[in-house]
Protein backbone atom coordinates (compact mmCIF):
# COMPACT_ATOMS: atom_id res chain seq x y z
CA UNK A 1 0.00 0.00 0.00
CA UNK A 2 2.84 2.26 0.71
CA UNK A 3 4.75 1.54 -2.28
CA UNK A 4 1.41 2.22 -4.45
CA UNK A 5 0.96 5.81 -2.54
CA UNK A 6 4.53 6.35 -3.39
CA UNK A 7 4.47 5.50 -6.98
CA UNK A 8 0.78 7.52 -7.92
CA UNK A 9 2.44 10.56 -6.18
CA UNK A 10 5.31 9.62 -9.15
CA UNK A 11 8.32 9.29 -6.74
CA UNK A 12 11.27 8.00 -7.79
CA UNK A 13 12.62 4.72 -6.00
CA UNK A 14 15.98 3.07 -5.38
CA UNK A 15 16.38 -0.09 -4.31
CA UNK A 16 18.78 -3.04 -4.36
CA UNK A 17 17.46 -5.92 -6.92
CA UNK A 18 19.95 -8.55 -5.38
CA UNK A 19 18.42 -8.24 -2.40
CA UNK A 20 22.04 -8.69 -0.36
CA UNK A 21 25.49 -7.80 -1.19
CA UNK A 22 27.31 -10.33 -3.17
CA UNK A 23 30.32 -12.39 -1.41
CA UNK A 24 32.08 -13.17 -4.54
CA UNK A 25 31.50 -9.77 -6.56
CA UNK A 26 29.32 -11.83 -9.06
CA UNK A 27 25.64 -10.54 -9.57
CA UNK A 28 23.41 -12.95 -7.36
CA UNK A 29 20.40 -14.38 -8.56
CA UNK A 30 17.65 -11.25 -8.60
CA UNK A 31 15.14 -11.20 -5.34
CA UNK A 32 11.76 -10.07 -7.18
CA UNK A 33 9.46 -9.34 -3.94
CA UNK A 34 10.00 -5.29 -4.34
CA UNK A 35 9.73 -5.79 -8.62
CA UNK A 36 7.17 -7.47 -8.49
CA UNK A 37 5.00 -5.07 -5.63
CA UNK A 38 6.41 -2.62 -8.25
CA UNK A 39 4.27 -4.17 -11.09
CA UNK A 40 1.56 -4.89 -9.02
CA UNK A 41 1.25 -1.47 -8.48
CA UNK A 42 1.61 0.17 -11.61
CA UNK A 43 -1.20 -2.03 -12.80
CA UNK A 44 -3.69 -1.11 -9.60
CA UNK A 45 -3.21 2.89 -10.92
CA UNK A 46 -1.11 3.46 -13.89
CA UNK A 47 0.21 7.06 -13.01
CA UNK A 48 3.44 7.50 -14.95
CA UNK A 49 5.36 4.90 -17.17
CA UNK A 50 7.70 3.43 -15.38
CA UNK A 51 11.39 2.69 -16.38
CA UNK A 52 14.06 0.80 -14.32
CA UNK A 53 17.82 2.27 -14.88
CA UNK A 54 20.26 -0.54 -13.83
CA UNK A 55 23.22 0.98 -12.10
CA UNK A 56 26.61 -0.56 -12.04
CA UNK A 57 28.13 -0.22 -8.51
CA UNK A 58 32.05 -1.31 -8.69
CA UNK A 59 34.83 -0.73 -6.10
CA UNK A 60 38.81 -0.84 -5.59
CA UNK A 61 39.24 -2.13 -2.09
CA UNK A 62 36.51 -3.52 -0.05
CA UNK A 63 36.64 -2.66 3.59
CA UNK A 64 34.56 -5.71 4.90
CA UNK A 65 36.33 -7.56 2.39
CA UNK A 66 37.67 -9.89 5.63
CA UNK A 67 34.30 -10.74 6.42
CA UNK A 68 33.44 -11.63 3.62
CA UNK A 69 35.75 -13.90 3.15
CA UNK A 70 35.16 -15.81 6.49
CA UNK A 71 31.56 -15.92 5.46
CA UNK A 72 31.68 -17.62 2.27
CA UNK A 73 33.69 -19.79 4.43
CA UNK A 74 30.82 -20.60 6.71
CA UNK A 75 31.61 -18.18 9.80
CA UNK A 76 28.57 -16.60 10.61
CA UNK A 77 27.71 -12.87 9.81
CA UNK A 78 28.99 -10.48 12.28
CA UNK A 79 26.12 -8.01 14.07
CA UNK A 80 26.11 -4.71 13.68
CA UNK A 81 27.58 -2.96 16.86
CA UNK A 82 29.50 0.12 18.30
CA UNK A 83 32.52 -1.60 18.66
CA UNK A 84 32.64 -2.59 15.17
CA UNK A 85 32.11 1.07 14.26
CA UNK A 86 35.14 2.01 16.99
CA UNK A 87 36.76 -0.53 14.83
CA UNK A 88 36.34 0.95 11.51
CA UNK A 89 37.37 4.00 12.31
CA UNK A 90 41.34 2.64 12.26
CA UNK A 91 40.64 1.54 8.38
CA UNK A 92 39.36 5.31 7.55
CA UNK A 93 42.79 6.43 6.25
CA UNK A 94 43.43 3.96 4.62
CA UNK A 95 43.39 4.21 0.30
CA UNK A 96 40.82 2.72 -1.10
CA UNK A 97 40.58 3.94 -4.80
CA UNK A 98 37.66 5.06 -6.70
CA UNK A 99 33.89 3.88 -7.28
CA UNK A 100 32.76 3.55 -10.26
CA UNK A 101 29.16 4.24 -11.18
CA UNK A 102 27.93 3.22 -14.53
CA UNK A 103 24.28 3.48 -15.61
CA UNK A 104 22.80 0.21 -18.12
CA UNK A 105 20.16 0.25 -20.85
CA UNK A 106 17.09 1.23 -19.11
CA UNK A 107 14.41 -0.96 -19.20
CA UNK A 108 10.66 0.16 -19.69
CA UNK A 109 7.69 -1.97 -17.74
CA UNK A 110 5.47 -1.47 -20.27
CA UNK A 111 7.28 -3.09 -23.05
CA UNK A 112 7.84 -5.66 -20.93
CA UNK A 113 4.42 -6.29 -19.60
CA UNK A 114 3.71 -6.29 -24.10
CA UNK A 115 5.69 -8.96 -24.77
CA UNK A 116 3.87 -11.10 -22.72
CA UNK A 117 0.88 -9.47 -23.45
CA UNK A 118 0.08 -8.60 -20.00
CA UNK A 119 -0.55 -4.54 -20.58
CA UNK A 120 -3.95 -4.65 -20.27
CA UNK A 121 -4.54 -6.28 -16.90
CA UNK A 122 -6.37 -4.92 -14.01
CA UNK A 123 -5.72 -5.13 -10.84
CA UNK A 124 -8.48 -3.81 -8.32
CA UNK A 125 -7.15 -4.04 -4.64
CA UNK A 126 -3.93 -4.67 -2.57
CA UNK A 127 -4.89 -7.75 -1.58
CA UNK A 128 -5.45 -8.94 -5.28
CA UNK A 129 -2.65 -11.63 -6.13
CA UNK A 130 -0.59 -11.03 -9.37
CA UNK A 131 -1.68 -13.42 -12.33
CA UNK A 132 1.10 -16.02 -13.22
CA UNK A 133 1.53 -14.30 -16.60
CA UNK A 134 2.75 -11.34 -14.89
CA UNK A 135 4.44 -12.73 -12.23
CA UNK A 136 6.36 -14.44 -15.80
CA UNK A 137 7.22 -11.06 -17.24
CA UNK A 138 8.37 -9.57 -13.61
CA UNK A 139 11.20 -12.41 -13.42
CA UNK A 140 12.13 -11.51 -17.13
CA UNK A 141 12.43 -8.29 -16.36
CA UNK A 142 14.60 -8.88 -13.72
CA UNK A 143 16.65 -11.03 -15.47
CA UNK A 144 17.12 -7.96 -18.05
CA UNK A 145 17.88 -5.73 -15.28
CA UNK A 146 20.91 -7.86 -14.41
CA UNK A 147 22.30 -8.57 -17.98
CA UNK A 148 22.14 -4.04 -18.35
CA UNK A 149 23.58 -4.14 -15.07
CA UNK A 150 26.74 -6.61 -16.08
CA UNK A 151 26.79 -4.61 -19.84
CA UNK A 152 27.43 -1.06 -17.86
CA UNK A 153 29.93 -2.88 -15.97
CA UNK A 154 33.58 -0.60 -16.05
CA UNK A 155 37.10 -2.40 -16.09
CA UNK A 156 39.30 -0.87 -13.15
CA UNK A 157 42.54 -1.03 -12.71
CA UNK A 158 41.99 -3.70 -9.45
CA UNK A 159 39.71 -5.76 -11.13
CA UNK A 160 42.05 -6.27 -14.47
CA UNK A 161 44.99 -6.57 -12.33
CA UNK A 162 42.89 -9.92 -10.60
CA UNK A 163 41.90 -10.88 -13.67
CA UNK A 164 45.21 -11.58 -14.98
CA UNK A 165 47.27 -12.70 -11.57
CA UNK A 166 44.87 -14.82 -10.34
CA UNK A 167 45.52 -16.87 -13.73
CA UNK A 168 48.51 -17.76 -12.94
CA UNK A 169 50.00 -20.95 -10.84
CA UNK A 170 50.96 -18.67 -7.97
CA UNK A 171 49.67 -14.96 -8.59
CA UNK A 172 52.64 -14.02 -9.65
CA UNK A 173 54.17 -12.65 -13.46
CA UNK A 174 57.21 -11.16 -14.49
CA UNK A 175 56.54 -7.33 -14.97
CA UNK A 176 57.42 -7.33 -18.98
CA UNK A 177 54.63 -10.41 -19.09
CA UNK A 178 52.19 -8.93 -16.96
CA UNK A 179 52.40 -5.21 -19.07
CA UNK A 180 51.82 -7.74 -22.61
CA UNK A 181 48.63 -9.22 -20.69
CA UNK A 182 47.34 -6.38 -19.69
CA UNK A 183 48.02 -4.77 -23.15
CA UNK A 184 46.27 -8.10 -24.65
CA UNK A 185 42.75 -7.34 -22.28
CA UNK A 186 42.84 -4.31 -23.29
CA UNK A 187 43.39 -4.42 -27.10
CA UNK A 188 40.59 -7.50 -27.13
CA UNK A 189 38.16 -4.70 -25.43
CA UNK A 190 39.34 -2.16 -28.18
CA UNK A 191 38.66 -5.12 -30.97
CA UNK A 192 34.93 -6.32 -29.91
CA UNK A 193 34.12 -4.19 -26.31
CA UNK A 194 31.35 -6.16 -24.72
CA UNK A 195 28.40 -3.20 -24.98
CA UNK A 196 28.75 -0.06 -25.92
CA UNK A 197 28.07 0.83 -21.93
CA UNK A 198 30.84 -1.01 -20.98
CA UNK A 199 34.24 0.80 -19.99
CA UNK A 200 37.80 -0.12 -19.27
CA UNK A 201 40.56 2.17 -17.39
CA UNK A 202 42.04 4.41 -20.08
CA UNK A 203 45.86 4.14 -18.06
CA UNK A 204 48.47 2.65 -19.75
CA UNK A 205 49.45 -0.54 -18.89
CA UNK A 206 52.62 0.83 -16.40
CA UNK A 207 49.92 2.80 -14.79
CA UNK A 208 48.04 0.01 -13.94
CA UNK A 209 50.55 -1.63 -12.39
CA UNK A 210 51.18 1.51 -10.71
CA UNK A 211 48.10 1.69 -9.19
CA UNK A 212 47.74 -1.69 -7.90
CA UNK A 213 50.94 -1.17 -5.78
CA UNK A 214 50.11 2.31 -4.38
CA UNK A 215 46.83 0.24 -3.36
CA UNK A 216 49.06 -2.42 -2.01
CA UNK A 217 47.37 -4.55 -3.50
CA UNK A 218 50.17 -5.89 -5.34
CA UNK A 219 53.78 -6.23 -5.24
CA UNK A 220 57.00 -5.98 -6.81
CA UNK A 221 59.88 -8.49 -5.77
CA UNK A 222 62.96 -7.00 -7.16
CA UNK A 223 65.19 -9.49 -9.29
CA UNK A 224 68.47 -9.14 -11.57
CA UNK A 225 66.72 -11.08 -14.05
CA UNK A 226 63.59 -9.06 -13.75
CA UNK A 227 61.43 -7.77 -11.70
CA UNK A 228 58.53 -10.15 -10.58
CA UNK A 229 54.51 -8.39 -9.77
CA UNK A 230 53.30 -10.56 -7.68
CA UNK A 231 49.91 -10.59 -5.61
CA UNK A 232 50.28 -9.24 -1.64
CA UNK A 233 50.15 -11.70 0.78
CA UNK A 234 46.53 -12.51 2.24
CA UNK A 235 45.08 -10.69 -0.99
CA UNK A 236 44.17 -13.50 -3.21
CA UNK A 237 41.06 -14.69 -1.87
CA UNK A 238 40.02 -11.31 -1.70
CA UNK A 239 41.02 -9.90 -5.41
CA UNK A 240 38.56 -13.01 -6.84
CA UNK A 241 35.64 -10.41 -5.68
CA UNK A 242 37.34 -7.86 -8.07
CA UNK A 243 37.66 -9.93 -11.20
CA UNK A 244 34.43 -11.75 -10.66
CA UNK A 245 33.13 -8.40 -11.41
CA UNK A 246 34.41 -8.51 -15.16
CA UNK A 247 34.93 -12.05 -15.79
CA UNK A 248 31.81 -12.51 -17.39
CA UNK A 249 33.23 -9.29 -20.16
CA UNK A 250 36.34 -12.30 -20.79
CA UNK A 251 33.74 -15.35 -20.41
CA UNK A 252 33.84 -15.94 -24.43
CA UNK A 253 37.62 -15.32 -25.42
CA UNK A 254 38.53 -17.40 -22.38
CA UNK A 255 36.64 -20.39 -23.16
CA UNK A 256 37.89 -19.76 -26.80
CA UNK A 257 41.45 -19.56 -25.18
CA UNK A 258 40.72 -22.75 -23.20
CA UNK A 259 39.51 -24.68 -26.02
CA UNK A 260 42.36 -24.16 -28.29
CA UNK A 261 44.84 -24.74 -25.14
CA UNK A 262 43.54 -27.76 -24.55
CA UNK A 263 42.91 -29.41 -27.76
CA UNK A 264 46.12 -27.60 -29.73
CA UNK A 265 43.51 -28.07 -32.75
CA UNK A 266 40.08 -27.31 -33.57
CA UNK A 267 38.21 -26.17 -36.54
CA UNK A 268 35.59 -23.42 -36.05
CA UNK A 269 32.66 -25.13 -36.53
CA UNK A 270 34.01 -27.70 -33.82
CA UNK A 271 34.95 -25.17 -31.77
CA UNK A 272 31.58 -23.35 -32.23
CA UNK A 273 29.48 -26.71 -31.72
CA UNK A 274 30.78 -26.72 -28.21
CA UNK A 275 31.10 -23.38 -27.14
CA UNK A 276 27.17 -23.59 -27.96
CA UNK A 277 26.81 -26.53 -25.95
CA UNK A 278 28.59 -24.68 -22.70
CA UNK A 279 26.81 -21.29 -23.30
CA UNK A 280 23.66 -22.01 -21.61
CA UNK A 281 25.23 -22.87 -18.07
CA UNK A 282 27.34 -20.08 -18.70
CA UNK A 283 25.03 -17.19 -19.90
CA UNK A 284 22.64 -18.31 -16.29
CA UNK A 285 25.42 -17.82 -14.26
CA UNK A 286 26.77 -14.89 -15.35
CA UNK A 287 24.19 -13.09 -16.72
CA UNK A 288 25.66 -12.85 -20.43
CA UNK A 289 23.85 -11.13 -22.75
CA UNK A 290 24.10 -12.91 -26.29
CA UNK A 291 21.02 -15.46 -26.74
CA UNK A 292 22.20 -18.80 -28.29
CA UNK A 293 21.21 -18.02 -31.74
CA UNK A 294 24.01 -15.09 -32.13
CA UNK A 295 26.81 -16.42 -30.35
CA UNK A 296 28.05 -17.91 -33.93
CA UNK A 297 29.20 -15.00 -35.24
CA UNK A 298 30.77 -13.61 -31.88
CA UNK A 299 32.54 -16.13 -31.79
CA UNK A 300 34.23 -16.05 -35.23
CA UNK A 301 35.29 -12.17 -34.37
CA UNK A 302 36.78 -13.08 -31.02
CA UNK A 303 38.80 -15.97 -33.57
CA UNK A 304 39.87 -13.70 -35.38
CA UNK A 305 40.76 -10.99 -32.61
CA UNK A 306 42.59 -13.40 -31.07
CA UNK A 307 44.79 -14.86 -34.10
CA UNK A 308 45.40 -11.08 -35.00
CA UNK A 309 46.88 -11.15 -31.37
CA UNK A 310 49.24 -13.76 -32.67
CA UNK A 311 47.31 -16.01 -29.62
CA UNK A 312 46.27 -18.58 -31.85
CA UNK A 313 47.55 -19.83 -35.41
CA UNK A 314 45.67 -20.90 -38.27
CA UNK A 315 47.11 -21.56 -41.49
CA UNK A 316 47.52 -18.63 -44.20
CA UNK A 317 45.57 -19.82 -46.38
CA UNK A 318 42.69 -21.37 -43.96
CA UNK A 319 41.53 -19.11 -41.05
CA UNK A 320 38.97 -21.92 -40.58
CA UNK A 321 42.02 -24.15 -38.28
CA UNK A 322 42.76 -23.26 -35.39
CA UNK A 323 46.11 -24.08 -33.51
CA UNK A 324 47.90 -23.56 -30.13
CA UNK A 325 51.03 -21.60 -30.55
CA UNK A 326 54.54 -23.44 -29.34
CA UNK A 327 54.43 -24.86 -25.70
CA UNK A 328 56.61 -22.99 -23.75
CA UNK A 329 56.58 -19.56 -26.05
CA UNK A 330 55.04 -16.12 -24.74
CA UNK A 331 51.99 -16.52 -26.97
CA UNK A 332 51.79 -19.81 -25.28
CA UNK A 333 51.67 -18.56 -21.69
CA UNK A 334 49.33 -15.41 -22.94
CA UNK A 335 46.69 -17.79 -24.16
CA UNK A 336 46.88 -19.87 -21.10
CA UNK A 337 46.98 -17.16 -19.12
CA UNK A 338 43.52 -15.59 -20.72
CA UNK A 339 41.97 -19.23 -20.29
CA UNK A 340 42.31 -19.56 -17.18
CA UNK A 341 38.86 -17.16 -15.47
CA UNK A 342 36.35 -19.63 -17.20
CA UNK A 343 38.25 -22.96 -15.96
CA UNK A 344 36.67 -22.83 -12.80
CA UNK A 345 33.42 -22.79 -14.13
CA UNK A 346 33.99 -25.68 -15.87
CA UNK A 347 35.61 -27.73 -13.10
CA UNK A 348 32.20 -26.93 -10.73
CA UNK A 349 30.34 -27.92 -13.79
CA UNK A 350 32.28 -31.56 -14.36
CA UNK A 351 32.30 -31.94 -10.78
CA UNK A 352 28.59 -31.47 -10.56
CA UNK A 353 27.79 -34.06 -13.14
CA UNK A 354 30.35 -36.39 -12.12
CA UNK A 355 28.29 -36.50 -8.79
CA UNK A 356 25.47 -37.33 -10.16
CA UNK A 357 26.92 -39.91 -12.67
CA UNK A 358 28.39 -41.74 -9.99
CA UNK A 359 25.65 -42.10 -7.74
CA UNK A 360 23.30 -43.76 -10.50
CA UNK A 361 20.52 -42.68 -11.87
CA UNK A 362 17.15 -42.13 -9.89
CA UNK A 363 19.63 -42.49 -6.66
CA UNK A 364 20.45 -38.81 -5.49
CA UNK A 365 18.13 -35.55 -4.91
CA UNK A 366 18.71 -32.04 -6.54
CA UNK A 367 19.10 -30.94 -2.75
CA UNK A 368 21.74 -33.94 -1.52
CA UNK A 369 23.44 -32.99 -5.27
CA UNK A 370 23.73 -29.09 -3.82
CA UNK A 371 25.38 -30.08 -0.60
CA UNK A 372 27.42 -32.71 -1.74
CA UNK A 373 28.97 -30.55 -4.72
CA UNK A 374 28.91 -27.24 -1.93
CA UNK A 375 31.36 -29.96 0.44
CA UNK A 376 33.64 -31.97 -2.49
CA UNK A 377 34.04 -27.95 -3.77
CA UNK A 378 35.49 -26.56 -0.48
CA UNK A 379 37.41 -29.49 0.05
CA UNK A 380 38.95 -29.34 -3.38
CA UNK A 381 39.64 -25.44 -3.33
CA UNK A 382 41.18 -25.69 0.20
CA UNK A 383 43.46 -28.54 -1.04
CA UNK A 384 44.55 -27.31 -4.60
CA UNK A 385 43.10 -23.75 -5.10
CA UNK A 386 43.68 -20.86 -2.67
CA UNK A 387 40.11 -21.19 -0.99
CA UNK A 388 38.44 -19.66 -4.16
CA UNK A 389 35.19 -18.31 -2.83
CA UNK A 390 33.18 -19.72 -6.20
CA UNK A 391 33.30 -23.65 -4.47
CA UNK A 392 31.55 -22.46 -1.69
CA UNK A 393 28.52 -20.64 -2.80
CA UNK A 394 26.11 -22.92 -3.21
CA UNK A 395 23.82 -20.05 -5.34
CA UNK A 396 26.12 -21.37 -8.39
CA UNK A 397 25.69 -25.16 -8.25
CA UNK A 398 21.84 -24.15 -7.97
CA UNK A 399 21.82 -22.40 -10.93
CA UNK A 400 23.67 -24.94 -12.97
CA UNK A 401 21.12 -27.42 -11.80
CA UNK A 402 18.46 -25.26 -12.69
CA UNK A 403 19.98 -24.99 -16.33
CA UNK A 404 20.82 -29.20 -16.57
CA UNK A 405 16.85 -29.85 -15.59
CA UNK A 406 15.54 -26.76 -18.48
CA UNK A 407 17.82 -28.49 -21.27
CA UNK A 408 17.05 -31.92 -20.30
CA UNK A 409 20.29 -32.84 -19.06
CA UNK A 410 18.64 -34.44 -15.92
Known sequence: EYLYSILSRNTPLEYFIEGGRSRTGRLLPPKTGMLA?????????????????????????????ATYVGEMQGK????????GILKTLKKIERIFGKVHVNFGEPVFLDDVLKQHQVNDVKIEANQDALPTEVSVAVSDAAHQIMVNINRAAVIN???????????????????????????????????????????????????????GLK???IKRVKHILGDIIAIEDHQAVLLTYFRNNIVHLYTLPSLIAALVAHNG????????????SFYPFLKAEMFLKWDGSELEPIIHQYCDALIDLGLILCAEDNR???????????????LQILAKPVQQSLERYFMTMALIDRSGSGKISIKQVEELSHLVGQRLSVLYEFNSPEFFDKALFQSFLKVLTAQGYI
Open 76 to 83: PKEAESIV
Open 215 to 217: LKL
Open 320 to 334: DQLYSPTPNSDQHKQ
Open 265 to 276: HLNRTELTHVIE
Open 37 to 65: MTVHSHLRGKAKPIVFIPTYIGYERLMEG
Open 157 to 211: PVSLLSLILLSTPKHTLDETACLAQIEICHKLFDYLPYDERTQITPISAKEVIEY
